[in-house]
DNA sequence: CCTACCGATCGGTAGG
DNA sequence: CCTACCGATCGGTAGG
């Protein structure tokens, strides 16, 4: 029976939020999950909603992180949008829970906190508007592109994993950003030809 | 004061549970949208799982209809794919706070309802695998691609326009269906050359 | 981290 | 569709 740390609380957390959702989450299955009551949390942390904080703002470093990284590249946009694809993808698979819980509940925090989360993930957006806007500035990509909605059906693509991909499955994370750079890279291509549709 | 019926009902939780969740929403809220108590609503349903019930069951009704006519198609692999993301695409948007209950609060129901619902949803995504798999076969699609993750990596990209597609944005739906056929039509060709990446 | 609680809110019912 | 409830569960606190 080892105690358990504020980190331990958070992770699981993350865990049962993503998976019961954050009002389906009672302070006392979290407890239940540790091993402790309910009430016991509350040695740890201060209220429920600071938890859901927590591991919204732990998810938001991330993508954070590699949005500077990819900012900061001065490599080809192609090459770039890559790095962001993988990236993105590694931290979704890295921590699915955090993530999920992220992308799923980021919605129920307060106002406050939930604007913050709102306008980093805006300028984590951004970093893919440059990308693509880049891209086609070189050439590597079509001008009649859109780039807004480029960058929303990519990160749609890319959310839309952590439904469906388990780490211990058939494929891994090598195998399904191939498969995504195969399909945005032709598609993102200034020289194509579209046959049939 | 209009009276409300069952249907009212039905069409204001699923809204309300797509925006706050089926644990975040409250009977008495559902009450309070429409003008009347929560134990009121007894009246009309049986229970708030009852309520989930049927919100998840008209949208999978929806994609089940689309499935069967894609499936009774005889056009080409191409043509019918686009008819998948067209059609995909139109229940995202006729009814929004429907299908955001249906890909977000399936698991929140009874053990029972949600194997029915998951059950339905593997048969729509057979209908992308055989697209998909003709499309490979007459030579359309590249026959290197994994007919499943491809298949998932689509549905990732339409299901994700539901968190950031408004229908009284600067796009209608399309210009959405229009560049996901371009992007998805060139990616997906037996002809085509990555290039950069 | 537990014991022993608290007021508020939950889904739901009986009866009109 | 309301009045008047019900037992259960919620997030959280005081005190050890």
């Given at each position: 029976m080892k105690r358990n740390s504020r980190a331990d609380v958070i992770e699981t957390a993350?865990?049962?939020?993503?998976?019961?959702?954050?009002?389906?989450?009672?302070?006392r299955d979290l407890g239940g999950e540790l091993g402790l009551l309910g009430s016991s949390l509350y040695s740890h942390i201060g209220s429920k909603?600071?938890?859901?904080v927590d591991v919204v703002r732990q998810s938001a470093a991330m993508f954070q992180k590699l949005a500077d990284d990819v900012s900061a590249s001065v490599?080809?946009?192609p090459k770039r949008m890559f790095q962001l694809v993988r990236g993105h993808l590694n931290i979704l698979v890295n921590d699915p829970y955090?993530?999920?819980t992220f992308?799923?509940?980021?919605?129920f925090l307060p106002p406050n906190e939930r604007e913050i989360a709102v306008k980093l993930f805006d300028h984590y957006q951004k970093t893919f508007h440059k990308v693509i806007s880049d891209g086609q500035?070189?050439?590597f990509y079509r001008n009649s592109m859109d780039v807004h909605l480029a960058a929303n059906?990519?990160?749609s693509l890319l959310n839309g994993t952590t439904r469906w991909f388990r780490d211990n499955g058939p494929l891994d994370i090598?195998?399904?950003s191939a498969e995504i750079a195969v399909l945005l890279g032709s598609g993102l291509s200034s020289s194509k030809s579209i046959k049939g549709l």
């Amino acid at each position: 029976m080892k105690r358990n740390s504020r980190a331990d609380v958070i992770e699981t957390a993350s865990r049962l939020f993503a998976e019961k959702g954050f009002h389906g989450t009672s302070m006392r299955d979290l407890g239940g999950e540790l091993g402790l009551l309910g009430s016991s949390l509350y040695s740890h942390i201060g209220s429920k909603n600071e938890l859901l904080v927590d591991v919204v703002r732990q998810s938001a470093a991330m993508f954070q992180k590699l949005a500077d990284d990819v900012s900061a590249s001065v490599e080809p946009a192609p090459k770039r949008m890559f790095q962001l694809v993988r990236g993105h993808l590694n931290i979704l698979v890295n921590d699915p829970y955090q993530a999920q819980t992220f992308l799923n509940e980021t919605r129920f925090l307060p106002p406050n906190e939930r604007e913050i989360a709102v306008k980093l993930f805006d300028h984590y957006q951004k970093t893919f508007h440059k990308v693509i806007s880049d891209g086609q500035d070189a050439g590597f990509y079509r001008n009649s592109m859109d780039v807004h909605l480029a960058a929303n059906l990519i990160l749609s693509l890319l959310n839309g994993t952590t439904r469906w991909f388990r780490d211990n499955g058939p494929l891994d994370i090598g195998d399904v950003s191939a498969e995504i750079a195969v399909l945005l890279g032709s598609g993102l291509s200034s020289s194509k030809s579209i046959k049939g549709l």
